[in-house]
């Protein structure tokens, strides 16, 4: 599954490849509740590799959730 977080401040987007086990209703509870805390709340996301990403949840402009079966084209399919 893939995750997407645009960034407020330069216009960046944060690209994540998450574990293919990773419960979607977990994370979009993880995301509510990172946005819905006050300016110091940061949202953690593990990848699909175990690298932690934190984001100040102050810079957060938008979350997308990819679909949980991605097709991959190419010679890694």
Known sequence: MDLRIGITRGGQVIEVELADNTDRDALRKQIDTALGGDESSVLWITDKKGKELAV???????????SEDSRSI???A
Not at 56 to 66: D, E, K, L, T
Request: charged share 0%.
């Open 74 to 76: 190419g010679f890694g």
């Open 56 to 66: 100040s949840s102050a810079n957060i402009a938008f979350v997308q959730i990819g």
